[in-house]
């Protein structure tokens, strides 16, 4: 094993008892995709043409995304949290790689998602949503969504080590709950005006959307639709490398050299 995945799976440790430490947090953002899937489910499933239970098929895969995609939130808010309390300082005086704290943080983001996308998984199951495509199409959408909240966690991180203050994370943070509302994780966009279905279908929860509908079995790849939405995998892995290759390595480049 290398000193980097030495180091990041000693400090995956740190980041899952300190989330342990944080129940309230942790609660709160393992329930809220339920609520949200309860909320909208039952009741824009009502007001919309498809019939409710279609509706809830068609918002899980949804959900997930929008879930995945506030790993922007959680890896700023702890990122920012570490920073301004001391932690980040500290850790730089050890002689480890300036790469294995914040990918620590990652990890355990990526694991705490995983794990709490079970409970919600069977409450979508109960609520009408089934896997209708094959088990490896969706151990493949399983993984895509751990690997798109694998990105939007370092999106987070760079964005918290820039804060000034915990407060604005939390309030940069909650301004991230629009994302969804710009995709189709919750209503198709195939009715929306032109010049906002194309910043819709440009959104990279767009593409993982429509791709974990695709092979999850629920709704088939709309027509007409831009690149990443038309071809729904190959978009959600471009979107989650350029995502990676961009702020990976200025996250950790912030990390390594602090406050300028």
């Known amino acids: 094993m290398s000193v980097l995945a ?3 799976t000693a400090l995956l440790g740190r980041q899952l008892r300190r989330m342990r430490n944080n129940p309230g947090l942790l609660i709160l953002t393992q329930t809220m995709p339920i609520s949200m899937l ?3 489910g039952y009741v824009f499933g009502s007001a919309l043409a498809m019939p409710g239970g279609e509706y809830r098929s ?3 895969p949804g959900l997930l995304v929008a879930t995945a995609a506030n790993g922007i939130m959680t890896g700023m808010f702890q990122a920012a949290q570490d920073v ?3 932690v980040t300082d500290r850790f730089r005086t050890l002689p480890i790689s300036r790469a294995a704290v914040p990918l620590g943080q990652a990890l355990a983001d990526v694991v705490v998602t995983a794990v709490g996308t079970v409970p919600f998984l069977l409450v979508g199951y109960a609520v009408g949503w089934r896997i209708e495509g094959g088990a490896l199409e969706a151990v493949g959408a399983v993984g895509l969504l751990m690997l798109f909240r694998f990105a939007t966690t370092w999106v987070g991180i760079f964005l918290g080590l820039l804060t000034r203050s915990e407060e ?5 943070g909650g301004a991230t709950f629009m994302l969804p509302l710009l995709s189709n994780a ?3 966009t195939d009715g929306l005006p032109g010049w906002l279905r194309t910043v819709a279908e440009w959104n990279p929860i ?3 959307t429509t791709a974990l509908r ?3 079995g629920n709704a088939p790849v709309p027509e007409g639709a831009a690149w990443p939405v038309a071809h729904p995998v190959a978009g959600s892995l471009v979107w989650c490398a350029v995502l990676i290759a961009v702020f990976l390595p200025l996250a950790v480049r912030r990390y390594a050299h602090g406050k300028r």
Do not use: N
């Open 168 to 172: 604005a994370a939390g309030q940069l």
């Open 38 to 40: 309860l909320f909208f």
């Open 58 to 60: 068609f918002l899980v």
């Open 206 to 208: 767009s593409a993982v």
């Open 214 to 216: 695709d092979l999850f």
């Open 84 to 86: 301004h309390r001391g």
């Open 186 to 188: 919750y209503i198709p």
């Open 6 to 8: 030495y180091e990041g």
